[in-house]
């Protein structure tokens, strides 16, 4: 327990000090390049994966109690998972996974309400107006976009060929990342994970 545990924390500490850095040192678009294949480009999330949202308001509330309930179900399966006596690739694929679940419902539940917003300015945190969306509306914080090729599509292909593409073009944070890596590890060690 106290290995998963580990794992947790520490992923989530990775992932909120990253994106208290963005937040508080960067605006709303802003990017940094570290490489021609990865920038720090700071934009936020209003709603799932790929940035899909629906329902508005109502949907933003429901989808961050869906995703606190998710959460609750990850605790339980880690929880059954190490009673059962789970393998290293189970403890660490399921912690990943609960880590990074954990990273951006906090910035659902929590974010709208400490921040200012970033729109040309660099959010102050606390602010006296107050933050730029109530609890349970706060937008997840991404940051991490790898272009690793761009270019115009040979015109041979069908539909896109002519069109400028990019080759990585989602952008992500340390939560995502964590959530990918921990299905992978469950895909590639399923066997000794679901026994």
């Known amino acids: 327990m106290r290995k998963a545990l580990y794992i947790v924390l520490g992923t989530l500490l990775i992932d909120q000090l990253v994106k208290l850095w963005v937040k508080t040192s960067m605006y709303l678009g802003q990017s940094h390049e570290v490489t021609s294949w990865f920038f720090i480009h700071f934009t936020e999330n209003p709603g799932m994966a790929w940035g899909i949202t629906w329902g508005g308001v109502t949907g933003k509330i429901a989808l961050t109690l869906f995703r606190v309930v998710t959460?609750?179900?990850i605790v339980y399966w880690l929880r059954h998972s190490l009673k059962k006596g789970v393998g290293a690739a189970g403890v660490w694929g399921i912690s990943l996974i609960?880590?990074?679940a954990i990273g951006n419902v906090i910035d659902g539940l929590f974010y709208g309400m400490i921040f200012s917003d970033s729109l040309g300015r660099v959010a102050t945190i606390l602010p006296?107006?107050?933050?730029?969306?109530?609890?349970?509306?706060?937008?997840?914080?991404?940051?991490?976009?790898?272009?690793l090729f761009s270019g115009e599509l040979?015109?041979?292909?069908?539909?896109?060929?002519?069109?400028?593409?990019?080759?990585?073009?989602?952008?992500?944070?340390?939560?995502?990342?964590?959530?990918?890596?921990?299905?992978g590890l469950l895909f590639f060690f399923q066997r000794s994970v679901f026994k």
């Open 71 to 73: 959460i609750v179900g």
């Open 98 to 100: 609960l880590a990074g």
């Open 128 to 147: 006296e107006a107050g933050g730029y969306a109530p609890f349970l509306q706060g937008k997840v914080v991404d940051m991490l976009y790898f272009p």
């Open 154 to 183: 040979p015109q041979w292909i069908p539909i896109w060929g002519g069109e400028y593409f990019t080759f990585f073009r989602p952008i992500f944070n340390i939560a995502d990342m964590a959530i990918s890596t921990g299905v």
